[in-house]
Nanobody, 122 residues
Framework: QVQLVESGGGLVQAGGSLRLSCVAS????????VAWFRQAPGQEREFVSA???????LYEGSVKGRFTISRDNAENTVYLQMNGLKPDDTAIYYC????????????????WGQGTQVTVTS
C-alpha cells in the first residue's frame, strides 16, 4: 500500500501562486509515477500533470506554462508549483500514484490522497 498526503492548498487572488506537496509513504516503489488531478464542484475529476521517477512530465493544456511539476525522490515528495493562478483553477487537488507510464486517466491510478482545496478569487 502507498499512502499519499497533500498539502499547500489555500486561498489566493488571481495571478498569485501556490505550491502543492504530495508526500508518499509505505510501498513507495509502487508510486513511480505521481500525478495531480483536480475536481471542481459539479465537474468530473480532470488530469493536471504527471511525473515519472526519471523526470518525464506531462501537462494538461490549460496549465502548461503556468504549472510546474517536480519531485524529490529522496524525500518521496512531488510538488506542483502553480503560478498565474486563475479562478478557473479553483478545485480540490488530488495527488495519485501508480507504477510506471504517464496516463491521464484517473482510472489508471491505484493510490489517491485526500485532496487539498485551492481557491482562486478574481
Amino acid at each position: 500500500q502507498v499512502q499519499l498526503v497533500e498539502s499547500g492548498g489555500g486561498l489566493v487572488q488571481a495571478g498569485g501562486s501556490l505550491r502543492l506537496s504530495c508526500v508518499a509513504s509505505g510501498r513507495t516503489r509502487s508510486s513511480t509515477t505521481v500525478a495531480w488531478f483536480r475536481q471542481a464542484p459539479g465537474q468530473e475529476r480532470e488530469f493536471v500533470s504527471a511525473i515519472t521517477r526519471t523526470g518525464d512530465v506531462l501537462y494538461e493544456g490549460s496549465v502548461k506554462g503556468r504549472f510546474t511539476i517536480s519531485r524529490d525522490n529522496a524525500e518521496n515528495t512531488v510538488y506542483l508549483q502553480m503560478n498565474g493562478l486563475k479562478p478557473d483553477d479553483t478545485a480540490i487537488y488530488y495527488c495519485a500514484a501508480k507504477t510506471g507510464g504517464l496516463p491521464q486517466s484517473s482510472r489508471a491510478y491505484d493510490y489517491w490522497g485526500q485532496g487539498t482545496q485551492v481557491t482562486v478569487t478574481s
